[in-house]
């Protein structure tokens, strides 16, 4: 019988201040890896100013005009940044009732013909003209770059939890300017008539690890335990909810645990729910598969203690032990997003839809 859940752990950034409590945070970061996949980060080493910046930009980007949100649509892009209108994206067969940005950190894009073409998903991402929403450019980097820090922190912290050498993990990055980090400012409206309540349905992430800053006070965020039940994971003012993507999952072979996971559309009559993800990615480069970490026994011992999980409700980005981690992202943004696949990369666009561009579609 599996280990399980019924709540997620809620851990305090400060205690590694002290030498006398960094132990107590290790390991509960460990237990929460092993056996969760998710846990929230309270005082986090990001400026409350630009936390609370972001919160409050956050509904005021969705009623800039149409016409501007028509400018920067997602579709312009190949690097699959800008906007969304409601119900333009899919999971598992099923339209998520949401609403969103795509941004990033600052990259610059040197793909050429000729190169692997999932190079080509990291650039430039599209903002709103500065009159339009005024100082959330500068706002959002600013913020972006201060949670990139945090995320590099915590792969130091997460080697220190397994047991491995403090740059065991370096391999996965290049922290020289070369890297791009994705971000998204999601709205999940409250809707009358609904043929579903799926805000987004089950899903993996996709890279390492993910930070996200729910941004109002709505419930909604579920993740699936070890036995395949559905578990609450409110806000929390003051934190941001961590959780494992799949390729993490993969190099640690299962150590550390992708937990599937889903928002709730907020009940008819109530406000908007409002969240903003941050996904770290690794180098596009890299094959999961060719990459052997060798962990301490008694690490391993605990995986092994966990038992097996029960079967879940996602299947997404299964692909990483055997193609470029950069390929395994497009795939998954193309099944997303065929309206910019089909634009942007259509002989993977053929590939994936061979009979044209689907009514839905689903990367899980």
Known sequence: MAANFSSVPNLDYTLLSSP??????????????INIGFLYLSNPPVAPEDIQGVIDYAPKLFTIPQEEKDRIVMANSPHFLGYNRLGAEFTRGKTDQREQFDFATEYRNTWQPGSPEYLKLWGEAQWPKEDTMPGFRATMLRYLKQVEALSYEFINLLAEAFGLPPDALDQFYDRHGSMQHRAKVVKYPALDILDSNQGVGPHYDAGFLTFLLQASNHPGLQVQNLSGQWIDVPPIPGTFVVNIGKALETVTQGLARATSHQVLSPAPGSTPRYSIPFFQNIRQDVK???????????????????????????VNFTEYDRLPAGQ??????VKSHPDVGQRHYPD?????????????????
């Open 328 to 333: 395994v992202n497009l795939i998954g943004r």
């Open 348 to 364: 993977l666009f053929k590939q994936i839809f061979p009979k044209g561009l689907p009514a839905q579609a689903s990367a899980y």
């Open 20 to 33: 006398s409590t960094r132990p107590q945070f290790i390991a509960q970061l460990r237990h929460a890896l």
């Open 288 to 314: 999961l598969g060719d990459i052997v970490l060798e962990f301490p026994p008694e690490v391993l011992k605990l995986r092994d203690e966990r038992g097996t999980t029960g079967a879940t409700e996602s």
